[in-house]
T-cell receptor
Framework: SAVISQKPSRDICQRGTSLTIQCQVD?????MFWYRQQPGQSLTLIAT?????????ESGFVIDKFPISRPNLTFSTLTVSNMSPEDSSIYLC????????????FGEGSRLTVL | AQKVTQAQTEISVVEKEDVTLDCVYE???????LFWYKQPPSGELVFLIR??????QNEISGRYSWNFQKSTSSFNFTITASQVVDSAVYFC?????????????FGKGTRLSVIA
């Protein structure tokens, strides 16, 4: 299984600022995804991070708010822009390899609190 | 469209009791994968099991067991002789990888509290 590392693991941010979360995997994965988990809620897919091209966003999420990069197979970033308290969530990076069709591995998550 | 329903929002049991977490899913695909993940209070997601749609055999792993029934579109999870360390939120999830690796759709989760 892949090991996925995220940082920061948690942060407290001020309204109106932006924060970039980094995700590093220890082996090549074919697909990388970013999920959001709002307090007490389930996981919602934000976008698929595509290597070397623009991410594919789910309904309700836009690039201006959540810019995503994936410069290579093992690294991706998610930026939460112009944050508001409603953005307080756990953001999780996940990856899937072709060897385990359909199985996702998750990072530890980044817990953001916006004041 | 894919959908995963976990009707039980919260369950509390006394230590050593058995508990079953329900999961019902909807999919139009004949090939799909079902998962259970555990999310302890620390927040990370821990993979528990993956089951593909062609394998209806029940599975047992220690105190954990899973009952997959395609006829009722259910994939229930039972913890035998529950322990306090089992307290967590448990998520059932579905994937349809017919066009390659696809992201998971998660149920809303069931919060399990095991009381000593």
């Amino acid at each position: 299984s892949a090991v996925i590392s995220q940082k920061p693991s948690r942060d407290i941010c001020q309204r109106g600022t932006s924060l970039t979360i980094q995700c590093q995997v220890d082996s090549q994965v074919t697909m990388m995804f970013w999920y959001r988990q709002q307090p007490g809620q389930s996981l919602t897919l934000i976008a698929t991070a595509n290597q070397g091209s623009e991410a594919t966003y789910e309904s309700g999420f836009v690039i201006d708010k959540f810019p995503i990069s994936r410069p290579n197979l093992t690294f991706s970033t998610l930026t939460v822009s112009n944050m508001s308290p409603e953005d307080s969530s756990i953001y999780l990076c996940s990856g899937a390899s072709g060897r385990s069709a359909g199985e996702l591995f998750f990072g530890e998550g980044s817990r953001l609190t916006v004041l | 469209a894919q959908k995963v329903t976990q009707a039980q929002t919260e369950i509390s049991v006394v230590e050593k009791e058995d508990v079953t977490l329900d999961c019902v899913y909807e999919t139009r695909d004949t090939t799909y994968y079902l998962f259970w993940y555990k999310q302890p209070p620390s927040g990370e997601l821990v993979f528990l099991i993956r089951r593909n749609s062609f394998d209806e055999q029940n599975e047992i792993s220690g105190r954990y067991s899973w009952n997959f029934q395609k006829s009722t579109s259910s994939f229930n999870f039972t913890i035998t002789a529950s322990q306090v360390v089992d307290s967590a939120v448990y998520f059932c999830a579905l994937s349809e990888p017919s066009s390659g690796n696809t992201p998971l759709v998660f149920g809303k989760g069931t919060r399990l509290s095991v009381i000593a």
